[in-house]
């Protein structure tokens, strides 16, 4: 019954249109006022509680760096180098794309700054070269959704920060499932565009890809230092945030000079207003968190999954069928927020690594993000390629299911995260 009012006082306001962050704190006082515990002490303390937290401090360090990056230049020349490189090969900007996007995501973390850079500059290039424009637009959108798997990712963060879970090993254990993602979009790319007829870019010379290699040494530099250090320990994930903001900072003002004094009210202005609405999320999420908690919603959940809690393998799939349909309603901060305290107190009895679990968790959220209806990143790539959202879910199909497959393939070969994270560790 605990699970029934929970969903049914967080679904329903949604569905009437009242924003994410007051349907949380609706759902937490219909359980206390299922449970007759009402206390709008309660309710105030758990939203302060919600926000106060250390390791959350890196989320609006990672979106300032992620705007100072697409302002700044950092993002035009990562796009820059991945073109000399694989420009002109068959195809060549759809990789420059898959390319671009895997070391955009170790910069900044988020897929609706990653589809911002990536649409605005490759769009209107691959639409020039003769692609088919929803094609091209559904590859950019699933390319985007690397930035929340590779580290940073501010995915990861929250889930850490909501799960109990180390943020420095879900960060390590992401490497490899974003670059098999990377991989598989690379794979249906040749596939899909084998067909199409488009004029290949000419091939760049030594001297150009030097040169192009040499102007984003400095972008290029940042994953490096950041995954260095946490592999190390030199610093902590938040303290990873602080100097990815310094650095790009920096390198757009001081090295490129790209970004003038002026343009700095502007990029702090809009770092701000998404760190607002990430961390108000945040906050209200933490009374329905307490509420789950306290009516004992997991363990509604548990009885209903009884039957596969011996098998982790079928337990997964149906835990990531029910992630999937629910990134279809639900952005993925709020999926991350509401399902967190519910899902993990059963991988945890169920002996499932809880690492493991957060990045096949965030893949799924990731991939959330370009499913119709709300999906961020499709609307995104909308506004800037100016297509339907129609024609844009049928050219993004195709890398969505090869995304889904990989999260299969994920689900059957636990090794893939495990392994290389037990290396990235030591």
């Known amino acids: 019954m605990t699970l029934t009012i929970f969903l049914g006082a ?27 515990i009402f206390d709008a002490q309660i309710v105030a303390q758990n939203v302060l509680n919600g926000a106060d937290s250390f390791p959350l401090m890196a989320v609006p360090f990672f979106l300032l ?3 100072v990056m697409n302002t700044g230049g950092l993002s035009k020349r990562i796009v820059n180098l991945a073109m000399a490189m694989v420009g002109h090969v068959r195809g060549g900007l759809g990789f420059v794309a898959i390319f671009a996007a895997c070391i955009l995501a170790s910069l900044s973390g988020s897929a609706v700054a990653d589809a ?6 490759l769009f209107p290039m691959m639409l020039k070269s003769g692609h088919d424009p929803a094609r091209a637009g559904g590859l950019l959108a699933s390319a985007s959704i690397i930035g929340p798997i590779i580290p940073p ?18 960060f390590l254990a992401g490497i490899v499932p974003g670059l098999l993602i990377g991989l598989s979009l690379c794979v249906t790319w040749l596939v899909v565009a084998r067909k199409e007829q488009f004029e290949l870019p000419p091939r760049q010379s030594r001297d150009v890809r030097i040169k192009a290699f040499v102007d984003s040494i400095w972008a290029l530099l940042l994953p490096v230092f950041i995954i260095v250090g946490l592999k190390f320990g030199v610093f902590t994930p938040t303290e990873a945030g602080v100097i990815a903001a310094v650095y790009s900072l920096f390198v757009s003002m001081v090295v490129y000079r790209e970004l003038k004094p002026s343009q700095l009210f502007h990029v702090f202005v809009s770092a701000s207003k998404i760190t607002a609405v990430v961390m108000f999320l945040v906050a209200c999420a933490a009374v329905s968190a307490w509420l789950i908690t306290v009516a004992d919603v997991p363990g509604d959940l548990v009885r209903l ?101 990989v999260l299969f393939l994920l689900v059957l070969f636990p090794e893939l995260v495990t392994v290389p994270v037990t290396w990235f560790g030591h």
């Open 116 to 121: 911002a850079a990536l649409g605005a500059l």
């Open 65 to 67: 760096a992620g705007e």
């Open 153 to 170: 990712s501010i995915g990861f963060i929250l889930f850490g920060v909501i799960g109990g879970v180390s943020i420095t090993k879900l």
């Open 10 to 36: 967080l679904l329903g306001p949604m569905a009437l249109g009242v924003p994410i962050a007051f349907a949380l704190i609706l759902s937490g006082v219909a359980l206390m006022m299922y449970m007759d």
């Open 305 to 405: 999954l009884d039957p596969l809690m011996d098998n982790q393998t079928l337990l997964l799939i149906a835990i990531m069928v029910m992630v999937v349909l629910v990134g279809t309603a639900m952005d993925m901060t709020p999926t991350i927020l509401v399902m967190t305290p519910v899902l993990m107190p059963i991988i945890k009895q169920a002996g499932i690594d809880p690492v493991y679990f957060g990045v096949l968790f965030i893949i799924n959220n990731s991939i959330g993000l370009i499913t119709p209806p709300v999906g961020t990143v499709l609307n995104v790539i909308c506004g800037v390629s100016k297509l339907s959202m129609e024609k844009l879910v049928k050219g993004v199909m195709p890398f969505m299911i090869a995304e889904l497959i």
